[in-house]
């Protein structure tokens, strides 16, 4: 009897251990399998399987039916990004040639003896087929960076170059308008696409410019902190008042004393667009009446360590 009851202890705790340790495989490769398909999602190359209808197996289901879902979702949203691609490219290639033919024939109307009034109305179809140009360019800049058509190439050097060829660029505008723009010395690196931040860069040299009168001045210059390099255009031009400056680097908008102007009020969220896909920011500061500064914050991953080994 002793006997017996033993054995059907010893039977109980075999047949406890072989279950535990089943079940324990079994946990196990349910996890195993789990991972994997957390993998393939990861990679972009989930694919659904059958399961059985155990417990485990169906928390597996449901997690294959989420990952398939948000599988078809990337697939979708990639289409759409096609589509918008295609389109830009198609509005891109579309309007170049009728906006062409309107500068050019806007220019040929100026050339013609024309009375006064006639003068001026080719005048004014010049600067509206400008705009529209500028318009145009701007927003299909905007639209390739906003749906990662294009991307940053960023790399470490120095910003003195490309900021030389900034002002270079934006310097005749300024002599005409009788304007002094001054770019001060710097040996600051920092890490940034040198094509991108040199629109960024010329965007709020062209603000500054625009909003600077006769007679006035615009400086660019740069100061290096340890993690960003911060490049300040700096003019002396009818400032912002305070609650302007938080809604200044929005989609078209545009301050009310500058309504009248040249612009379409893109160019300020272009430059918000290019420093955050780089890893960096822009602010403002300013006054009514007093100037503005724009301040482009670039990282300057690496550009530290460099600066040290070339010092040295």
Not at 20 to 41: C, H, I, N, V, Y
Not at 142 to 154: A, K
Not at 161 to 177: F, I, N, T, W, Y
């Amino acid at each position: 009897m002793g006997v017996t009851v033993v054995l059907c202890a010893v039977s109980a705790v075999l047949g406890a251990l072989a279950g535990g340790l089943w079940f324990r495989r079994r946990e196990k490769r349910t996890l195993q399998s789990l991972d994997g398909m957390l993998d393939q999602a990861i990679c972009g190359e989930f694919s659904p399987t059958k399961f059985d209808e155990s417990l485990f197996s169906a928390v597996e289901s449901r997690l294959a039916d989420y990952l398939e879902a948000s599988a078809v979702s990337a697939r979708n949203l990639q289409a759409e990004k096609d589509a918008i691609k295609t389109l830009i490219g198609d509005i891109s290639h579309q309007t170049k040639t009728p906006i062409a033919n309107l500068l050019l024939y806007a220019q040929l109307l100026g050339e013609q003896p024309l009375p006064p009034q006639g003068r001026d109305c080719a005048a004014a179809l010049e600067r509206q087929a400008e705009k529209l140009k500028t318009l145009i360019e701007a927003l299909v800049k905007t639209s390739r960076l906003e749906n990662g058509i294009l991307t940053f190439q960023p790399v470490v050097g120095p910003l003195a170059p490309m900021l030389e060829q900034a002002v270079a660029g934006l310097q005749p505008k300024a002599d005409r308008k009788g304007i002094t723009l001054t770019l001060l010395p710097t040996q600051a690196q920092a890490r940034f696409d040198p094509k991108w931040t040199e629109e960024a860069v010329c965007n709020l040299l062209d603000n500054g410019v625009k909003y600077t009168p006769t007679g006035g001045a615009v400086t660019v210059s740069v100061t290096a902190y340890e993690l960003f390099c911060r490049i300040d255009v700096t003019d002396t031009g009818m400032g912002l008042a305070e609650e302007e400056q938080a809604k200044v680097f929005q989609r078209f908008y545009r301050a009310p004393a500058a309504r009248d102007g040249e612009g379409v009020g893109i160019g300020l969220y272009l430059v918000r667009q290019i420093a955050a896909g780089q890893g960096g920011y822009v602010k403002v500061s300013s006054q009514r009446g007093r100037g503005s500064t724009f301040s482009l914050f670039l990282p300057r991953e690496g550009a530290a360590a460099s600066e040290r080994i070339f010092r040295n």
